[in-house]
């Protein structure tokens, strides 16, 4: 399908420029001293190139995989620079976040802005990891990714410069794109794979034009993630259908 496709490449675009844009800090993680920032850093960054390659190969558990790696960078990389103030005043990563939060600073010390786009990534994993037909995973992603940078020094009011403001406006159409791209790709796999085992001369049922048929299958399969039809349920009826 070429619209399909065309999604796809766009949602590849996107998750590779923010891969471009995290090569700075990349070379800046390698030139110092390597430590467990630097290395969660680097675990984000290959997550989001497997998200990006994956797009472009029409790989989705790829996609999964490698959103599941970008979250865990960010996830880490937000406990790691607390654990380096906690460090600094001697005390406990969690006696840090009580006096941040009782001076109104912790949105200042990268730690919800991180959490939220870790959960946005965890939530593409899910999207491109579910073998059924979901979309919510996909919005809520990008919500989640569009309110990650206010809050970060949210009062010094929108905290990025035009690098950051890209890198996060990628993010947010990267994943709705994957959210439009990954519920195209279940039905038209399953469209393609149905009407090729058919015989379409021999079997008048299946003259009819493909959308009707793909819209009476989404139907039955509608009502089995429902819980109304089991699956043998749903299989006869998708034969009957396709005159199987």
Same mark, same amino acid.
């Given at each position: 399908?070429? #619209?399909?496709?065309?999604?796809? @490449? &766009? *949602? %590849?675009? %996107? $998750?590779?420029?923010? +891969?471009?844009?995290?090569? =700075? #800090?990349?070379?800046?993680?390698? +030139?110092? #001293? ?15 190139? &497997?998200?990006?390659?994956? /797009? ?9 995989? =490698? *959103? @599941?790696? !970008? ?6 990389? +937000? ?6 103030? !906690?460090? @600094? /005043? ?21 730690? $919800?802005?991180?959490? !939220? ?6 939530? &593409? ?13 996909? $919005? ?13 020094? +949210? ?14 406006? %990628? ?39 493909? /959308? ?15 819980? @109304?039809?089991?699956?043998?349920? $749903? ?10």
């Amino acid at each position: 399908m070429k #619209n399909n496709k065309t999604t796809s @490449i &766009l *949602a %590849c675009i %996107c $998750f590779a420029v923010i +891969s471009l844009l995290m090569i =700075g #800090n990349v070379f800046e993680c390698l +030139s110092s #001293n390597f430590d467990l920032l630097d290395l969660l850093t680097l675990l984000q960054f290959v997550g989001i190139i &497997l998200i990006a390659v994956a /797009a472009a190969t029409d790989k989705r558990k790829t996609a999964a995989i =490698g *959103a @599941i790696i !970008a979250g865990i960078g960010s996830v880490g990389r +937000s406990f790691s620079m607390l654990s380096i103030y !906690a460090d @600094i /005043a001697k005390i406990s990563v969690w006696r840090t976040i009580s006096i941040l939060h009782q001076q109104g600073l912790l949105v200042d010390f990268l730690f $919800f802005d991180l959490l !939220a786009e870790a959960a946005g990534y965890f939530l &593409l994993a899910i999207l491109c990891g579910s073998r059924k037909q979901l979309r919510w995973p996909g $919005f809520l992603s990008a919500a989640l990714f569009a309110v990650a940078p206010f809050l970060l020094l +949210s009062s010094l009011g929108f905290p990025y410069n035009g690098t950051g403001t890209v890198s996060y406006l %990628c993010r947010i159409a990267g994943a709705i794109l994957y959210t439009f791209y990954s519920s195209d790709k279940e039905v038209a796999s399953l469209t393609t794979a149905d009407l090729q085992t058919a015989d379409i001369e021999d079997n008048p049922t299946i003259s009819q034009t493909a /959308a009707q048929t793909i819209e009476e299958i989404e139907k039955y399969r509608s009502l089995l993630e429902q819980g @109304i039809l089991t699956e043998d349920e $749903f299989e006869k009826k998708r034969r009957d259908i396709l005159q199987l």
